[in-house]
Structure formats: structure tokens, C-alpha cells
T-cell receptor, first 110, second 116 residues
Framework: LAKTTQPISMDSYEGQEVNITCSHN???????ITWYQQFPSQGPRFIIQ???TKVTNEVASLFIPADRKSSTLSLPRVSLSDTAVYYC???????????FGQGTELSVKP | EAGVAQSPRYKIIEKRQSVAFWCNPI?????LYWYQQILGQGPKLLIQ????????DSQLPKDRFSAERLKGVDSTLKIQPAKLEDSAVYLC??????????????FGPGTRLTVT
């Protein structure tokens, strides 16, 4: 299973765009890149998943370069409610074990 | 659609006591997971069920932890006897099977266990 590396913490202000980059140098051909979000006192919540190039949904965008050794989660115009821990994971196309790292603790300030 | 339900939400016990947690997954989800999340860390998978069979329990401390999933629906996780280091949030999650893609897991709110 590919190991991921991401910043431990980030600070931002309301209305700014936040980009969280994750490194996954030994990603396998069949692996997908998946991001989860966890608010305090709640379980993690799936926010986006991609294989290559760019994926966008109502919550975020995910940018994946051609070599797939890294990915960037982009949160447009963050608000206070986006304060959470964001986890980057890679896993195969048959699902399987989610291995969570420490995640990135995003703090959004007014 | 109802989410993953867990109870209790909070539990305080003394070391060497026993405790049990209950989980009801989303209807129709064949795969169920139990995670342990220690403060400041990401969740760690303890056990994975598919229907009522165990798929992965490699990180379950089997000398004190046990889990079962009756009739492939509800599940219980038990700790007996508890140690101080078991203080954590215990998360239950469920997912569909057979989509062919990396499965989205849906998590419950967790049970916060404090062992004194």
C-alpha cells in the first residue's frame, strides 16, 4: 500500500482558496487517490476521489499530475466550517484497507 | 438515507473492566469496519467484515478485543479487560461491495472510551 505524506497543519482565512498537497511516490498503477474530511467529534467523511488529471465536485477539486506521485486537494473560498482534519489516502480499485496517516489539520480563521 | 449508527456515544470505565460497543451499518452495506482512533492520530483499522465473515483482523489485539457481526448486519466490538491505552474513539464504518472502484466508506459518529 502506498504511503502518503502531507503537511501536519495549515492555517487560512475565510474566503481564501486552500490547497493541500499530498505525496505518494510509490503509488501503484491501480491505485486511486482519495480524500476524507474529519470534523471534531465526528467520523471521517469521503469528499473526493480521483485517478488522474482533475476531478471536481460540489465540495472540492482534486488535481493529479501525469506522474501521479502527488495530488492537491483544493478547497475554494473556505469558511469557518471547513476547519477539520483532511486525510489523503491511496487504495486499489477493489477497495480494501484504508490506512490513515496523521492528516492535515486545517484551521480557518475569520 | 439513515447513516451508520453507534452506541453508546461515550463510555467511562475502570481498567480491567469490560465494555461493548454496538454498530448498525447503512442498510444494504455488506462490508463493516471497526477503527480505533487515538487522540491526535488517524483512525486505525481493527477488523473488517464482509457480510458475517472476517476479512481482515490483523491489527485486532485478540487477547482482549473481540468482534462479531450477527446475520451480516449489526456488529458488536468488545474489550475485556480494558487497559489505559485503550482510551480512544471507536469508529464503525460500512461500505457497498462490488462497485469495482475504491469503495467509499461511511463512518458513524464513534464511541469515545475513557479508561481510568
Amino acid at each position: 500500500l502506498a504511503k502518503t505524506t502531507q503537511p501536519i497543519s495549515m492555517d487560512s482565512y475565510e474566503g481564501q482558496e486552500v490547497n493541500i498537497t499530498c505525496s505518494h511516490n510509490n503509488i501503484a498503477t491501480n491505485d486511486y487517490i482519495t480524500w476524507y474530511q474529519q470534523f471534531p467529534s465526528q467520523g471521517p467523511r469521503f469528499i473526493i476521489q480521483g485517478y488522474k488529471t482533475k476531478v471536481t465536485n460540489e465540495v472540492a477539486s482534486l488535481f493529479i499530475p501525469a506522474d501521479r506521485k502527488s495530488s492537491t486537494l483544493s478547497l475554494p473560498r473556505v469558511s469557518l466550517s471547513d476547519t477539520a482534519v483532511y486525510y489523503c489516502l491511496v487504495l486499489g480499485n477493489q477497495g480494501g484497507k484504508l490506512i490513515f496517516g496523521q492528516g492535515t489539520e486545517l484551521s480557518v480563521k475569520p | 438515507e439513515a447513516g451508520v449508527a453507534q452506541s453508546p456515544r461515550y463510555k467511562i470505565i475502570e481498567k480491567r473492566q469490560s465494555v461493548a460497543f454496538w454498530c448498525n451499518p447503512i442498510s444494504g452495506h455488506a462490508t463493516l469496519y471497526w477503527y480505533q482512533q487515538i487522540l491526535g492520530q488517524g483512525p486505525k483499522l481493527l477488523i473488517q467484515f464482509q457480510n458475517n465473515g472476517v476479512v481482515d483482523d490483523s491489527q485486532l489485539p485478540k487477547d482482549r478485543f473481540s468482534a462479531e457481526r450477527l446475520k451480516g448486519v449489526d456488529s458488536t466490538l468488545k474489550i475485556q479487560p480494558a487497559k489505559l491505552e485503550d482510551s480512544a474513539v471507536y469508529l464503525c464504518a460500512s461500505s457497498l461491495v462490488g462497485t469495482g472502484l475504491a469503495y467509499e466508506q461511511y463512518f458513524g459518529p464513534g464511541t469515545r472510551l475513557t479508561v481510568t
